[in-house]
């Protein structure tokens, strides 16, 4: 029998291939198609201008941040998972996404439009309203400590009530601002560029390394709090660390891609079946998961309708959504 250990191993290699193939169709595909030679020589430095234009301007920063929403979004729904008890929290479900997104919405209507140095105010708006939001489901939800359970029936109630938010400023926007927004909260990665790439990198690069780190103390949250406490764990400290990680990362990851719907619900399950439940072998998996389902969403949006484009976030829910059915069906 294959040990858990060696598994991991052998899947996160697996993933990792795939990331690679999938990586390399989507440089070749799009509404021009380059061919596998040509995307080595541009790749080394050997192409033509207009493939280096392509490549390097249009595909691969879009390609670059797919992976990075995808593992911080996917994170950060195993982190809700593993603090909650429940297996249905998600940033989009507890309302993290929907603060986030009114943050942002709000930032459009204010700002009337975007330029390059607010790509970087984006990421810190997100985060504020995930913040808050954060701070308002754990504080309406604390009752002499603060119940898995509360916590998520408080967090779709203030999902609700941001998302009636957004639409509201919404209407008060103008044409372009609302298309704008609009597009932004069906889950877009389009139009993206290094820029937007320097302003996520950090906060993956920093908070995926502190989530490894804390694998072991989500899997002695997930025995209870009496338990956990048991075992020396300061309970509500930790929670309230891994909470700020679960909303950074969605907050900086809905600041960048919009909106994108199913993805943290979808993908630790997905991680759980593959390797079980410690977070040690499971957050690592569904990194890469996240990872790979993003980025085959944005090649797949990219390519059906060619050269028109579907949102990724569409794609992720229709996949997301699928399998999420799936599981309720076989379970």
Do not use: C
Request: zero cysteines.
């Amino acid at each position: 029998m294959v040990s858990p250990k060696r598994k991991t191993a052998l899947l996160v290699t697996g993933l990792l291939l795939a990331i690679m193939v999938t990586l390399l169709i989507s440089l070749k595909t799009g509404t021009m198609t380059i061919g596998p030679l040509d995307v080595w020589k541009t790749l080394i430095g050997q192409g033509s201008d207009q493939n280096e234009l392509v490549l390097f301007d249009f595909r691969l920063p879009r390609m670059v941040i797919a992976l990075l929403i995808g593992a911080g979004m996917a994170i950060s729904g195993a982190i809700l998972q593993g603090v909650t008890h429940n297996e249905l929290a998600d940033p989009g479900i507890l309302g993290i996404n929907s603060g986030a997104g009114f943050a942002v919405v709000l930032f459009i209507y204010l700002s009337q439009g975007s330029t390059t140095s607010q790509v970087f105010i984006l990421p810190l708006a997100a985060l504020a309203g995930a913040v808050l939001a954060a701070i308002l489901i754990y504080l309406i939800s604390w009752k002499n400590g603060v119940s898995p359970i509360r916590l998520i029936l408080v967090g779709i109630g203030i999902n609700a009530a941001f998302s009636a938010l957004i639409i509201v400023f919404q209407l008060k926007m103008d044409p372009n601002n609302f298309t704008q927004a609009q597009i932004w909260l069906s889950g877009n990665i389009a139009g993206t560029d290094w820029t937007y790439t320097l302003a996520l990198l950090p906060w993956i690069l920093i908070l995926l390394p502190v989530t490894f780190y804390k694998a072991g103390t989500l899997d002695t949250l997930h025995l209870g709090d009496e338990t956990a406490q048991g075992l020396g764990t300061h309970v509500e400290r930790e929670r309230l660390l891994l909470l700020f990680i679960a909303v950074a990362l969605a907050g900086a990851s809905v600041a960048v891609g919009g909106a994108i719907a199913f993805l943290g619900l979808v993908i630790p399950h997905l991680a759980r079946k593959l390797v079980g439940a410690r977070h040690k072998h499971m957050l690592i998996t569904s990194a890469l998961l996240g990872a790979l389902l993003l980025l085959v969403a944005d090649t797949l949006g990219r390519n059906i309708l060619a050269p028109s484009e579907i949102p990724v976030g569409l794609i992720v829910s229709l996949i997301g959504g699928s399998y999420f059915v799936y599981l309720l069906m076989k379970s």
